[in-house]
């Protein structure tokens, strides 16, 4: 038994997903093709919100920076994972496990905020159209942008903090990247109390944000009701509903993942949950964002057209 500072020299062993060999040639292949359509896809979405005037509103500046928290977010675990899958050497250091968890963490929970400030823009869009521009200043927008960073930082470092002080007994963890669930398996004694804190700052982190969420898309859903031209009552439903997805995808997974309880937590079923928020999230953001989306239809032809021209 040790702490885990303990593990500072031994490091520690991702099992992956080396109990199904069968599946880990598919796996490379998926997960290597997904990763590539996510960088892609989100550096699309950041290079076109950069170059297009018309993207220079607080809904691509917001939708920038989730790109932009989707792309390390995946490249924090997926280089590991394929390294892992194609190779025989599942170890990893000390260091890099704690650099892993602490990235997971703040990224994660940067996320979970960023996607209610994505919502206040929206309700602001719909339901005070008229104030929209005054309530939306770039200022607000960059305090926004931010805090949400602040938070996801403060948060990932009082959980690292308390996970770093936990016994754990061995070094095996049934995981393809050092995530908390998997290292509360690992506790040697009764942690109740120290779990009961990182429960609390989980379900702030998750489950107020949601609700703020919800509470908004309910203004948003009555003030577009009211709306009598059906075309204009589909823009904001297609634009919201985009939004909508997104975050149905991210706090179904995470909530799953990380609020329920550490007895019923299944590791062999928590690597393939992770895999969706992890890969498949990320990868689908940008497609759920712009299949639907004149303005980044109409920027991405500009650019490619420039492109042409200067051919």
């Known amino acids: 038994m040790g702490s885990f500072n303990a593990s500072l020299g031994k490091g520690f062993i991702l099992v992956g997903f080396s109990d199904w060999p069968q599946l880990e040639l598919i796996l490379f292949i998926y997960i290597l093709i997904f990763y590539s359509l996510t960088i892609f896809g989100n550096t699309t979405i950041i290079a076109l919100s950069q170059l297009d005037l018309r993207l220079h509103t607080p809904m ?7 790109s932009f928290l989707d792309l390390c977010y995946t490249t924090s675990t997926v280089p590991q994972l ?4 194609e190779g025989h050497d599942h170890t ?11 990235s997971v963490l703040a ?3 940067t996320e979970s905020m960023l996607l209610v400030v994505m919502a206040f823009d ?8 008229l104030l929209y521009t005054t309530i939306m200043h770039p200022l607000l927008c960059q305090a926004l942008a931010i805090s949400s960073w602040v938070a996801g930082l403060v948060n990932s470092l009082i959980q690292t903090g308390l996970m770093m002080a936990m016994p754990l007994c061995g070094h095996r963890l049934n995981h393809f990247f050092c995530e908390m669930p998997v290292f509360l398996k690992l506790a040697c004694k009764d942690t109740a109390g120290t779990e009961a804190k990182m429960f609390v700052a989980r379900a702030i982190i998750l489950v107020f944000p949601a609700t703020l969420i919800l509470g908004s898309y309910a203004h948003i859903a009555r003030a577009v009701l009211k709306v009598k031209s059906v075309s204009g009552r589909r823009k904001a439903f297609g634009t919201c509903g985009s939004h909508l997805l997104v975050v149905s995808m991210f706090y179904g997974s995470t909530i799953y993942t990380y609020l329920q309880p550490n007895d019923s937590y299944s590791e062999n079923e928590g690597k393939f949950v992770a895999l969706f928020y992890t890969i498949v999230t990320p990868m689908l953001n940008p497609l759920i964002y712009t299949l639907r989306n004149k303005d980044v239809k109409g920027a991405l032809w500009k650019v490619l057209g420039r492109g042409t021209e200067s051919r």
Request: hydrophobic share 50%; net charge positive; aromatic share 18%.
């Open 60 to 66: 691509y500046f917001f939708l920038s920076h989730l």
């Open 82 to 85: 394929l390294i892992n899958i």
């Open 92 to 102: 990893i250091t000390y260091g890099r496990c704690v650099a892993q968890l602490f």
């Open 107 to 109: 990224l994660g929970s």
């Open 122 to 129: 929206r309700y602001a869009a719909v339901c005070r159209p």
